[in-house]
C-alpha cells in the first residue's frame, strides 16, 4: 500500500501551498513594486518567490505570509541594488513604470502610500533597506518588530529610517490637491497641450514646473528634463503640431490618479500624468518607452476625446 508523500514536492501539498500563495500575491507584488518601481521586475521577483515557496520545507514555516513578505522584500533590496547600476546607463530621464490601479487601487496595501510616480521617484533616493523599511511600514503597515526582522536591523535602527525617509518624502514634495482636481488638472493640460495654447499652459504650471519624459533610447523623446513654466510651456507647444496628429485620449488610473492614454491606429504610445499642488502643477511625466506600457494599459476605459 502507498504511502502519501505530503513532502514540498506532493501534490496535494503543493495545492495547499498554491492557495497560501494566492491569497497573498497581491501584497507580495506590492511591496516588490514599490521598492523597484518596475511592474514587469516586480512580477519576475513574484514568479521567483514562487520558486521558492514550492521547493522549501514548507514545515517548518510557522507564518507563510510573513515568510513569503520576507523572501521578497529580501530580494528587493538586492535587486534594487543591481538595478540603480543599470539605470546609470539608462538613456534619458528614468520614471517608474506606471501600473494600472482601477481594480486595485492601493495595489496589495493597507493604504496607497509610496505608491504615486512623483513618491516613487524621490523613493530613489533613498537606500534600499530605508526604502524597504519605508514601503514595509508606511503602506503595509508592518509593525517595527516585524519589518526589523525582514531587512535584518534593530527596531530602533528602523525606525529611525522610517523617520528619515518620511521626513524626505514630506520635504520634497509638496502637498497633492485632490484626486479630483488632479483630475480636472489633467484633463485641462492635456486639451491646452493638444491645442499648443501657450498661455493656457502657462496658468496651469507652478513656476517651477519640471516635465520628464522617458523614451528610454526606443521612443523620441527629450533626454533631459525641461524646467519653469515657460519652458515647459514652449517646449510642448513646439511639439504639438506633430505629436498630437491622429491621436485618441482614453482615460484611466495609474498609481492610484488619473492618467491619460494616448493611442494612435488604436495602440497606446503614451501615458501622461501629472502631479499638482495648490501651486498648480509642478511634474508633467511623461512616459513613451514602449516597454513601460503595458502594465498601464490593461484596464482603460474607452472613454475618448
Not at 483630475?183 to 513656476?207: P, S
Amino acid at each position: 500500500m502507498a504511502v502519501a508523500d505530503n513532502g514540498p514536492g506532493d501534490p496535494e501539498e503543493l495545492e495547499r501551498a498554491a492557495r497560501v500563495f494566492a491569497e497573498v500575491r497581491g501584497r507580495l507584488f506590492g511591496i516588490a513594486y514599490r521598492m523597484l518601481g518596475s511592474a514587469t521586475e516586480a512580477e519576475d521577483l513574484v514568479q521567483e518567490v514562487w520558486m521558492r515557496w514550492q521547493a522549501y520545507d514548507r514545515a517548518t514555516v510557522d507564518n507563510p505570509a510573513a515568510f513569503l513578505a520576507t523572501t521578497i522584500t529580501r530580494l528587493a533590496i538586492n535587486e534594487l541594488q543591481s538595478a540603480r547600476v543599470r539605470r546609470e546607463t539608462y538613456v534619458g530621464p528614468w520614471l517608474p513604470e506606471p501600473v494600472d490601479t482601477g481594480a486595485d487601487p492601493y495595489l496589495g496595501a493597507e493604504r496607497g502610500e509610496a505608491l504615486s510616480l512623483a513618491v516613487l521617484l524621490l523613493l530613489e533616493r533613498l537606500s534600499p533597506t530605508e526604502r524597504a523599511a519605508y514601503v514595509l511600514r508606511e503602506a503595509f503597515d508592518y509593525p517595527y518588530p516585524q519589518i526589523a526582522e525582514i531587512v535584518g536591523l534593530s527596531e530602533p535602527a528602523v525606525r529611525q529610517l522610517v523617520s528619515r525617509a518620511r521626513k524626505r518624502v514630506l520635504v520634497e514634495r509638496r502637498a497633492p490637491v485632490t484626486p479630483g482636481a488632479q483630475r480636472k488638472l489633467l484633463t485641462a493640460f492635456v486639451a491646452a497641450a493638444r491645442a499648443g495654447d501657450l498661455a493656457a499652459l502657462e496658468q496651469l504650471f507652478a513656476a517651477d514646473v519640471v516635465s520628464y519624459s522617458d523614451g528610454g533610447g526606443a521612443a523620441r523623446a527629450s533626454r533631459i528634463p525641461v524646467v519653469g513654466a515657460t519652458r515647459v510651456a514652449k517646449y510642448i507647444r513646439a511639439f504639438a503640431p506633430r505629436f498630437w496628429t491622429g491621436v485618441e485620449v482614453t482615460w484611466g488610473t495609474a498609481n492610484g490618479q488619473a492618467s491619460a492614454l494616448l493611442s494612435r491606429d488604436g495602440e497606446v504610445f503614451t501615458v501622461v500624468t501629472v502631479h499638482a499642488s495648490e501651486q498648480g502643477i509642478d511634474q508633467v511625466l511623461w512616459m513613451m518607452n514602449p516597454a513601460k506600457l503595458t502594465a498601464a494599459t490593461g484596464g482603460r476605459r474607452q472613454e475618448s476625446e
